[in-house]
């Protein structure tokens, strides 16, 4: 999430900051026509260990990212890289003790797990920003005969492998279905129309 008024915009330096709380009053507000906004951030890690991992204190950012999930990973990391000039002091806030979100990577007793968003289509956009992220080596791809399970209720559901079993897989619904019908085939819907 960036901020930006007519007058003043907020940049980012890529910092996190575990449960990270912007306070409204240091919010840019029509009342800063000329002035950079001041942003604060309070923290529960302690203030020693604050001073040593970044100098916000009464620091200048020039955009703010607002967790530090996929969307926020990747809206830091395209200001860093695509758009250095537009951010070139970024801020990344995180309320949890590590970035991800949703997306976790567990491993125990030998055995390695994804919970939340375990895959995605390797579409062009997706394997440049693992690329340009420094991730290309960490890539898995998956057998795509390999079977597919849900872990739902305690129980291990089968996924379906193919579209024609899709309609008995009472998990997703009909939209959903469809999406990953038309996916499994490589139909994907265009890529969103970009500023004119």
């Not at 607002?66 to 309320?95: D, F, M, R, Y």
């Not at 003790?97 to 997706?126: A, C, H, K």
């Not at 492998?161 to 897989?169: A, M, N």
Request: include cysteine.
């Amino acid at each position: 999430m960036s901020m930006a008024n007519s007058s003043t915009s907020i940049s980012v330096t890529l910092t996190y900051l575990p449960n990270c709380h912007l306070r409204r009053s240091f919010l840019p507000n029509s009342n800063s026509k000329s002035k950079p906004t001041r942003i604060r951030c309070e923290s529960t890690i302690s203030p020693a260990r604050l001073s040593t991992q970044s100098n916000l204190d009464g620091a200048l950012a020039d955009a703010v990212v607002v967790g530090g999930g996929i969307s926020g990973l990747c809206i830091a990391q395209a200001l860093a890289t695509k758009h250095p000039n537009a951010a070139p002091n970024l801020i990344l806030t995180e309320a949890t003790d590590r970035v991800g979100g949703n997306i976790t990577t567990i491993e125990r007793d030998g055995y390695l797990w994804e919970e939340g968003p375990n895959s995605f289509q390797p579409s062009d956009p997706m394997l440049t920003m693992a690329v340009d992220s420094g991730l290309k080596e960490e890539l898995v791809l998956g057998d795509p005969t390999a079977p597919r399970f849900v872990l739902w209720n305690g129980k291990l559901r089968p996924v379906p492998s193919s579209p024609k079993d899709l309609p008995f897989f009472d998990l997703m619904s009909i939209p959903g279905k469809l999406r990953a019908g038309f996916g499994a085939l490589g139909i994907r819907p265009p890529p969103p129309v970009t500023g004119t």
